[in-house]
Structures are given as structure tokens and as C-alpha cells.
């Protein structure tokens, strides 16, 4: 069955610190993966994807991610947190598996200390 | 202009009552989705529609119903609201792309609905 995990409820770091927001999934076929951002009373925003190619992607605001097709994960980074990073990421995967699918995970809560 | 709107924002109803939440797009884009989203639960997907002719269920459709009424339009219906039918429901479209790909997703900025 296709699923989405987002083993960390909260992530905390402190400013200027690197960050990792960890995502691993399962699916059939070839996944496309995302990472969204959600701001309090906003609705979601889109970082970035891995569709195919490069295993490192680059996307909005300095955040980066890694395909690990072994490990099935695809974690989001970011060399250098700021304080204004603080909301609610999650990691989605898309697939044809007979049918569209697409599946969020839980989401984490990012808090980044000044 | 916001690309994805939403109305209403947000809506108290009471159990039994009919309730029709409404989006609009002026993105250009093809494909539109409806979702709900509970704390701890992530965004679940409701109904899809690739086109004007296409619609789908989703993950958890029962209870709901939808109509693309134009390329720009999708509106989700309860047709009897439940309690547990309270959450924060999400419009999103999305850009066609290449065959059998899928491309990120733009979201509205939610309505927020309470059945008592």
C-alpha cells in the first residue's frame, strides 16, 4: 500500500544551525515527491520535487532534498535555519497505481530558536 | 490576486444541513483536487478531477460529492454534514505536464468548517 512517513512530530534547532526534516515512503511504480510548507492559517505552499534525475534537489528558500531510492526516504535540509522557518512541513508522494494517488504525510512542526 | 480562492472561509453548520464549499482558479490549470486536513492526519484527498469531464473519489469520499463546472471551478458538497465532518478543507490545482507525470500543486487558502 502506498504510504507517507513522517517519523518526527516536532523538529527543533536553533538559528544559523542545520536542519532535517526526515520523510521515507512506500509505493509502487516510479514516485514523485514533494515537500509543501504551511504557514499558520495559509494554505500550503510547494518547495520542491524529485521526479527523476539529480538525487539532490534545489527548491525555495534555501531548502534542499535528497532521493535515497535504497533507503526509500527523501529528507528535506537546509545548511543555515532561520527563525522565519518555523511551520508545518510535509512531505507528499504522488504515483499511478491503477489510478492517481497521492498521499501527505503527517506533517512535522519545525520550531527554529533565535 | 490570489491564483486559488476559496469561499467561504469559514462556515458553523449544523448536523443534517447541506453545505456547498466553492473554488476558483485562475491558474489556467487542468487538474483540481479537494482535501481535508485534521491535526495528526496530514491532507487526505477527497475527489479529483483531471478535467471538465473527469472526476474521481479519493481517499475518503464518502459523504462528499463535487462539480467541476468549468475548467476554473470545483465546488465540494456535504450533502448532510456530520460532526466528524469538522476540519479544514483545501482546494488545490495543478498543471497537466507530461503523460503520466504529476506536477506540484498550488492551494487555495482553505475554509475552515465546524458541523455541531
Known sequence: ?114 | DADVTQTPRNRITKTGKRIMLECSQTKGHDRMYWYRQDPGLGLRLIYYSFDVKDINKGEISDGYSVSRQAQAKFSLSLESAIPNQTALYFCATSDTGLAGTYNEQFFGPGTRLTVL
Not at chain 1, 12 to 39: D, H, I, M, R
Not at chain 1, 63 to 71: L, M, P, R
Not at chain 1, 87 to 92: G, V
Not at chain 1, 97 to 110: D, Q, S
Open chain 1, 1 to 114: 500500500a502506498q504510504s507517507v512517513a513522517q517519523p518526527e512530530d516536532q523538529v527543533n534547532v536553533a538559528e544559523g544551525n542545520p536542519l532535517t526534516v526526515k520523510c521515507t515512503y512506500s509505493v509502487s511504480g516510479n514516485p514523485y515527491l514533494f515537500w509543501y510548507v504551511q504557514y499558520p492559517n495559509r494554505g500550503l505552499q510547494f518547495l520542491l520535487k524529485y521526479i527523476t534525475g539529480d538525487n539532490l534537489v534545489k527548491g525555495s528558500y534555501g531548502f534542499e532534498a535528497e532521493f535515497n531510492k535504497s533507503q526509500t526516504s527523501f529528507h528535506l535540509k537546509k545548511p543555515s535555519a532561520l527563525v522565519s522557518d518555523s511551520a508545518l512541513y510535509f512531505c507528499a508522494v504522488s504515483a499511478n497505481t491503477g489510478g492517481f494517488k497521492t498521499i501527505f504525510g503527517a506533517g512535522t512542526r519545525l520550531f527554529v530558536k533565535a
